[in-house]
Structures are given as structure tokens and as C-alpha cells.
């Protein structure tokens, strides 16, 4: 008999959390003004009670930094634009609805909600009033962080502006032994490339040096004056 699995956490959600902030910090690896974070509470007003914690997030005009929570109010009351959560299994429709109401009251921009277990993802779009949701998740381009969206084999993929996958630690290890693999090949066709060229140029060395003892210069010789030379040579021997 199957275990279901009612609440808690999920191998497949940490690895996407993790894939999701790695790609993030990528995007915006030259920015000092985006904030990216997750996993901290995130309070509108220093008086109110209600509060939510996105697993990610990101905060364009704050400081990149660290943070045990993200007060608004001492962040110039900027509301973070995206905000990304991973469905945790057994997560109940009650605190999933609680989540999308919170981020609709606080103005997100952009809200997405990813379920890796079940292969779904939706997303709502904020038009100044509340959210719209997104009517096809295929294909999507964020308007604010300009990645695009994409499921492929029942899981989501999302790709950088430049069309580069967000990947995750294994599969960039991956990556770059591949790149060292290529670069250690490129870099033994080099050395055997000069290897050539160092044993090429000794011996056009050594001819030279065998030509002047022969009584020849080399920067005259060419192939004709030198076989008539020698032909001279072997003429005057014999008579």
C-alpha cells in the first residue's frame, strides 16, 4: 500500500526553490538595486498582523542584502513585483487562497504558483485593481522579469532572456566539467599545434645552418640556383 504523503516538504519542491533563486541571482547578478530573497515573513505595516512568507521573491529598487524579514516599511515601501511560490505536498486550498489574497491586497505585480508534484503552475498578472490570471502558462513571457515560461514532459521550465534554462546545481556542475572537458581537449590540439610548429622551425633551423656550411646564403638560394649550384659543384669535383 502507496504512503500518501499529507504535508510537508518534497525533495522535488527544495530542488526547484533552489534552481529558482540561482537562476534569479543570475538574471540580476549585475544589479545592486534587485532584491532577490525568500523563505523571510513579509510585513506591510508595522501594526499589522497579517503577513506571508514567499518561498522567493523579488524587490527591483532595494538594495541587494540580507534579510531575517522584509519589512516593508523600512524598504521605502516598495512591494516586492514578483513573488514565486512552490507548492509544498498536501498544501490545503484554504492557505494557498490566503497566499494569492495576500499578495492581491499588497499590489505583486506578478504571482506565481508552481506545484512540481502535480506538474502545474498558475500565474496572475496584477491590472491596478486585482489579479488576472494567466490564461496559458506555455509560452509566457514575464512582463517585469522578461523569462519565459515552458513545460516540458509534465515540469516546468523557465529560460533566461538570452534563451539559457535556469538549471540546477547538478546540472551546471554538469556544465562546466563538459566546458573543462572541451577546454582541456582545445587546450592539447593547441599544444600539439606548436609542438608542430617548434619542430618545423628547428629544423628550417638546422637547413639553414647546413646551407651556410655548404658556402650557400640562404636568404638567395632558391630551389633552381641551388641544384645548378650543386651540379657546378659536382662538375668542378670531377674535372
Given at each position: 500500500?502507496?504512503?500518501?504523503?499529507?504535508?510537508?516538504?518534497?525533495?522535488?519542491?527544495?530542488?526547484?526553490?533552489?534552481?529558482?533563486?540561482?537562476?534569479?541571482?543570475?538574471?540580476?547578478?549585475?544589479?545592486?538595486?534587485?532584491?532577490?530573497?525568500?523563505?523571510?515573513?513579509?510585513?506591510?505595516?508595522?501594526?499589522?498582523?497579517?503577513?506571508?512568507?514567499?518561498?522567493?521573491?523579488?524587490?527591483?529598487?532595494?538594495?541587494?542584502?540580507?534579510?531575517?524579514?522584509?519589512?516593508?516599511?523600512?524598504?521605502?515601501?516598495?512591494?516586492?513585483?514578483?513573488?514565486?511560490?512552490?507548492?509544498?505536498?498536501?498544501?490545503?486550498?484554504?492557505?494557498?487562497?490566503?497566499?494569492?489574497?495576500?499578495?492581491?491586497?499588497?499590489?505583486?505585480?506578478?504571482?506565481?504558483?508552481?506545484?512540481?508534484?502535480?506538474?502545474e503552475v498558475i500565474g496572475w498578472?496584477?491590472?491596478?485593481?486585482?489579479?488576472?490570471?494567466?490564461?496559458?502558462?506555455?509560452?509566457?513571457?514575464?512582463?517585469?522579469?522578461?523569462?519565459?515560461?515552458?513545460?516540458?514532459?509534465?515540469?516546468?521550465?523557465?529560460?533566461?532572456?538570452?534563451?539559457?534554462?535556469?538549471?540546477?546545481?547538478?546540472?551546471?556542475?554538469?556544465?562546466?566539467?563538459?566546458?573543462?572537458?572541451?577546454?582541456?581537449?582545445?587546450?592539447?590540439?593547441?599544444?600539439q599545434e606548436r609542438a608542430r610548429?617548434?619542430?618545423?622551425?628547428?629544423?628550417?633551423?638546422?637547413?639553414?645552418?647546413?646551407?651556410?656550411?655548404?658556402?650557400?646564403?640562404?636568404?638567395?638560394?632558391?630551389?633552381?640556383?641551388?641544384?645548378?649550384?650543386?651540379?657546378?659543384?659536382?662538375?668542378?669535383?670531377?674535372?
Amino acid at each position: 500500500m502507496t504512503q500518501r504523503v499529507l504535508t510537508g516538504e518534497s525533495t522535488r519542491r527544495l530542488r526547484w526553490i533552489v534552481t529558482l533563486q540561482g537562476g534569479l541571482d543570475a538574471l540580476f547578478r549585475n544589479r545592486r538595486d534587485v532584491l532577490v530573497a525568500g523563505s523571510v515573513p513579509w510585513y506591510l505595516t508595522p501594526e499589522s498582523r497579517d503577513s506571508a512568507t514567499p518561498d522567493l521573491f523579488v524587490a527591483v529598487g532595494i538594495a541587494r542584502g540580507e534579510r531575517t524579514a522584509y519589512r516593508q516599511w523600512e524598504e521605502s515601501n516598495i512591494v516586492p513585483q514578483v513573488v514565486f511560490d512552490v507548492i509544498a505536498p498536501g498544501t490545503s486550498m484554504v492557505s494557498a487562497t490566503r497566499r494569492l489574497k495576500f499578495y492581491e491586497r499588497a499590489g505583486v505585480e506578478e504571482y506565481y504558483m508552481y506545484d512540481p508534484d502535480a506538474g502545474e503552475v498558475i500565474g496572475w498578472v496584477h491590472n491596478g485593481v486585482g489579479f488576472d490570471e494567466v490564461a496559458s502558462i506555455e509560452g509566457w513571457t514575464s512582463p517585469r522579469l522578461n523569462i519565459i515560461f515552458g513545460m516540458e514532459e509534465g515540469e516546468l521550465f523557465l529560460s533566461l532572456p538570452n534563451g539559457e534554462r535556469f538549471r540546477s546545481y547538478v546540472e551546471l556542475a554538469e556544465v562546466a566539467e563538459r566546458d573543462h572537458e572541451r577546454a582541456q581537449q582545445e587546450h592539447e590540439r593547441a599544444e600539439q599545434e606548436r609542438a608542430r610548429a617548434d619542430y618545423h622551425a628547428a629544423r628550417e633551423k638546422m637547413l639553414i645552418a647546413r646551407l651556410r656550411a655548404l658556402g650557400f646564403n640562404p636568404d638567395e638560394v632558391t630551389a633552381d640556383n641551388f641544384a645548378e649550384s650543386i651540379d657546378t659543384s659536382e662538375t668542378q669535383s670531377i674535372g
